[in-house]
Every structure is written in structure tokens, then in C-alpha cells.
């Protein structure tokens, strides 16, 4: 069922559908993909939610890309609205897989800023393989990380935030905790997402966590057997 306030996004203008990437496999040359001379700089949002933040910050930082993953096509016009309506057209967006999306269209080393902000927590025992910051998606977004790139994620569901420190600890040497104590509680943002406001008013603490790519290469990858998303 479709929510009564999205069902005007189920069509899309012209302008919006500027903002949004072709499905598919084939991986992505972020220069033609923005149609630049030289490349420039590119951040990823995966899951934008609603598009606040994606749209802001593209808005705050214009002589830089972005690029904006979120599995709900409904969504990924919501979020050209936005986008459009800040003024930022830097952003391209697609309606895909995460993890499939970072495996496959990503070139390495292409990408130096990562957003992962309130991903789905999947809070019951038996639905926690569902989880995207397993083990293989994140050895997969460290091959499309340059050297450099800055890992930022947070959740009010702690566990889950000191999950996916645990497993990126388990890819040695590959990143580096910006924070002593490898996470921060309650950090001021710029730009909080919609879910971030909504749990902070609900008395919900938030952890982050905000690592550096260093520039050790990746080890190899085990071949793709992701048949369906909850089969890792």
C-alpha cells in the first residue's frame, strides 16, 4: 500500500528524472555519469530515506557529486524533489540494492565520503543476517573507497552501530576510528534525517561511528552469491 502523502511521486517529471541513474549492472564512470570535463570529488548516501540530508549537503558542497542508493523508487522521486527544490542538481540517484549497487556500479577507489545514517536495524535475532553493514557489503565498499574516504554511520540502535565496528575491524588495516574511543555519542549535525529527529524526540540517543579508508589495498572478494537480500 502506498502512503496517502507519497502517491504524488509516483509520477515523474521531466527535471526530476534528470536526477535519476539507469538501472542495471554496468559500472558507473562518475564524469560522464555528471556530465563533467575533469572528475570531482563524489560522495554516496546509501538508504536516503526521505532526502533531506543528500539534499542539503549537495546543496552546501555544488563543485561536488553525490550519489544517493535507496531501494523504494517511490522515494527516489521524492528525493529529486528535494533535491531540486535546495537547488541541488550535483546529485544522481538510484533505485537499487545497496550492497548489489556498491558490488557492481562502483568503480574502485572512485568514492570519498560514505554516508550510512539509521539503516534498517532488523532488530529481531532471526532477521539480523538482513542487515546491510555485514561483513562482505562492507569489504565490498572498501574496494570503492579511495584512500582517504571518510565512513560515516549512525544509529540509535547501539548494537547494531558497534556490530558494524566489530566487522570492520575483521577487514585489518583497511580503516582507522576518527574517534578515540571508536565511537561518539550524540554528535551535532548540519543536516539530521528525518529518523534522526524522530528518535531524538523520542529521548533516543544516537551512536556514531566515523572511520578513515587508509590506503592499504582490499583483499580479494569471494565471488557474488547474493542471490536475493537476505541471503548473505
Request: proline fraction near 8%; charge should be positive.
Amino acid at each position: 500500500m502506498v502512503a496517502a502523502g507519497m502517491r504524488k511521486f509516483r509520477r515523474r517529471s521531466d527535471a526530476q528524472a534528470e536526477l535519476v541513474g539507469i538501472p542495471g549492472d554496468a559500472v558507473l564512470d562518475p564524469t560522464a555519469l555528471f556530465g563533467d570535463e575533469e572528475p570531482q570529488p563524489l560522495r554516496l548516501e546509501i538508504g536516503c530515506g526521505h532526502g533531506e540530508f543528500i539534499s542539503q549537503m549537495a546543496a552546501a558542497h555544488p563543485a561536488e557529486r553525490f550519489i544517493g542508493v535507496e531501494h523504494d523508487p517511490l522515494r527516489i522521486t521524492k528525493i529529486a524533489h528535494k533535491c531540486l527544490g535546495a537547488g541541488a542538481t550535483n546529485v544522481r540517484l538510484f533505485a537499487a540494492d545497496a550492497h548489489r549497487f556498491v558490488r557492481f556500479r562502483l568503480p574502485p577507489g572512485s568514492v570519498q565520503r560514505v554516508y550510512i545514517l539509521f539503516p534498517d536495524p532488523w532488530p529481531k535475532a532471526g532477521h539480523r543476517r538482513r542487515r546491510l553493514l555485514l561483513r562482505n557489503f562492507l569489504l565490498d565498499l572498501s574496494h570503492a573507497a579511495a584512500p582517504g574516504c571518510k565512513l560515516v554511520i549512525a544509529s540509535d540502535t547501539h548494537e547494531y552501530a558497534l556490530q558494524a565496528a566489530s566487522n570492520l575491524s575483521t577487514l585489518p588495516g583497511l580503516w582507522r576510528s576518527l574517534y578515540p574511543a571508536g565511537y561518539a555519542v550524540d554528535v551535532a549535525v548540519r543536516y539530521p534525517t528525518v529518523f534522526e529527529r524522530h528518535k531524538r524526540a523520542e529521548g533516543c540517543s544516537i551512536l556514531h561511528i566515523a572511520l578513515e579508508r587508509t590506503e592499504v589495498p582490499a583483499p580479494l572478494r569471494l565471488p557474488w552469491l547474493r542471490a536475493r537480500p537476505d541471503s548473505y
